[in-house]
């Protein structure tokens, strides 16, 4: 929380740090946006993904709204998809019209190709005269990580300088300078140059997608079914939660700012509004799951529960914050012990439960635990010969060691076995990176140098997480076209087959040989595996 309370020279300039953490997060996009590239993973297609389905299903409702209703069939036989995360890809009743749609916007190529544009190219028609000029006007607002670079050393060189002028030189409070800050920063994206073109333009998708996520996604006088949750709003309220006691800082700028010239007094009341603050992303999520549920609840799909775990996981963020604002207010020692041992324990619950949903839900890996213990003590420890394993090496696809990551994680890992490993590690230390907070006195000079450091800790974490969970994405939106596919290629039974499966449970099944899976994004599917499994269905079935 910060010195924020009492008397002294200037009692909010912890509230610099916020500038300061939402400035790193800029520069650590940067960062994901080169591994997306050099990797070959066109985020902006799968983060659009949803959002063009969406557009597309509207207008194509649109257009069939003239038809008599008597020549209209529903498909709703067809087997529908729910992604493990609880995610869905879909919009409407009509599951087969969707998954036509769904698999038009689909490439079956491997996405090498480098974005361009933070529009989807499925928006520009080839025919149109005016081509050229709208792929130089979307190459002028390309987001790369070089642009984010520049940006970020230069919001961190103004925050300086804001700071000093203000406080120094006009003798002003730290919450002038921030205002400060920010309106010089909000001047400068408004100023009609061709330079901040790109940033106008990403300014306005962050101000839609944060209307989307309060936006009411449901008529709830008709009572009718909400719409599902596109992925880019959970991965944008996911990024939120990282940025928490942001949201707290900002609460408190506006206590500070009720209390002025006066200290804001140790009380339980001081704390409403920046505790609440700190809540909305997370009461934002838990929306969502909500949401979800319902959606699931209403196709009647078997993995609605995840949506409430989820929620319960979101709820768990929630505990600690308020018991760790609670103790910064007037309360005994012995109070204050007791609470000590209780937010222990909190962070530990909610440490504990984010790290295995990261690993197992966001990124899909680990899902068949006995399947990973069998291979570890039989093929991972002493030799190995899978169908189409050869004892040469050819790099990590071939080595034992990328046989056994294959194994325990997940057969299609596009960064790489020992960058999915590093990031995983890395995930675990940082999601208990409060442990710090034990040795605060002896590694950091104030209590504002301790937050500030998990902070940043915390962001640097949420940029390792989301390299892994687009990845994620995208293999799921593959697996979702190849099983459509699939079904349409192989009739009724194999729509039999799949929703006695479900849609992703030969993806988590690690028993399957990893050699029947190629390890490029054209085949995510262990396709031999299935048409044997197939076979077994139609003899029993016969």
Not at 510 to 515: D, G, L, V
Request: neutral net charge.
């Amino acid at each position: 929380m910060g010195e924020i309370f009492g008397k002294g020279a200037s009692p909010a300039t912890a509230l610099l740090r916020s500038p300061s953490v939402i400035i790193a997060s800029i520069g650590l996009w940067g960062m994901n946006v080169y591994f997306f590239r050099i990797f070959g993973i066109n985020y902006v297609r799968i983060l659009n993904h949803d959002l063009v389905i969406e557009r597309r299903v509207q207008r194509k409702e649109k257009d069939e709204a003239d038809i008599p209703s008597t020549s209209r069939v529903s498909d709703v036989g067809v087997v529908e998809t729910i992604d493990t995360d609880g995610e869905s890809d879909t919009n409407v009743i009509d599951r087969r019209k969707v998954k036509e749609l769904e698999m038009s916007f689909i490439r079956t190529d491997r996405d090498t190709t480098e974005c361009t544009s933070n529009e989807s190219d499925e928006d520009y028609d080839e025919s149109d005269d005016s081509l050229d000029e709208s792929v130089s006007v979307a190459q002028s607002r390309e987001i790369t990580e070089y642009k984010l670079l520049y940006l970020s050393l230069f919001l961190l060189v103004l925050l300086h300088a804001s700071s000093i002028t203000w406080i120094q030189l006009f003798h002003g409070t730290t919450i002038g300078a921030i205002f400060f800050f920010y309106f010089a920063v909000g001047v400068g994206f408004m100023l009609p140059l061709a330079l901040t073109a790109w940033l106008r333009a990403a300014s306005i998708v962050v101000l839609k997608r944060a209307y989307e996520l309060v936006k009411p996604r449901c008529n709830c006088f008709f009572r009718r079914t909400p719409r599902p949750i596109p992925f880019i709003d959970v991965f944008f309220a996911d990024a939120m939660c990282s940025l928490s006691k942001v949201f707290f800082d900002w609460g408190m700028i506006w206590t500070l700012a009720a209390n002025y010239p006066n200290p804001v007094p140790r009380s339980a009341a001081s704390i409403v509004i920046p505790s609440s603050f700190a809540s909305l992303p997370f009461l934002i999520r838990a929306r969502q799951c909500h949401i979800m549920y319902i959606v699931g609840n209403h196709k009647k799909d078997p993995q609605k529960y995840l949506h409430v775990l989820n929620a319960i996981k979101y709820s768990t963020s929630l505990f600690p914050l308020i018991v760790s604002a609670y103790m910064k207010t007037s309360i005994t020692n012995r109070m204050q012990s007791r609470l000590e041992v209780a937010l222990v324990v909190l962070l530990t619950v909610n440490a504990t439960y984010s790290l295995i949903w990261d690993i197992t839900m966001d990124w899909g890996m680990m899902q068949n635990p006995s399947a990973i213990v069998e291979h570890t003590v039989s093929e991972c420890s002493g030799g190995y010969s899978a169908v189409g394993m050869t004892s040469s090496t050819d790099g990590i696809k071939n080595s034992r060691f990328g046989y056994c990551a294959d194994t325990a994680l997940r057969p299609s890992l596009r960064f790489g076995a020992s960058l999915s490993l590093f990031i995983i590690l890395t995930d675990i230390i940082l999601r208990f990176s409060w442990i710090l907070r034990f040795s605060e006195a002896k590694l950091f000079p104030s209590n504002d140098a301790f937050i500030l450091c998990t902070q940043f800790l915390e962001v640097f974490r949420r940029a390792m997480w989301n390299l892994l969970r687009v990845e994620w994405e995208h293999i799921k939106q593959v697996q979702s076209k190849k099983l459509f596919e699939m079904n349409e290629k192989s009739g009724p039974e194999a729509g039999i087959f799949l929703k006695k499966e479900g849609a992703f449970d030969l993806v988590k099944d690690t028993t399957i040989p990893c050699a029947l899976m190629r390890r490029d994004s054209k085949s995510q599917l262990p396709t031999a595996a299935m048409t044997r499994e197939k076979t077994k269905l139609r003899k029993s079935t016969v």
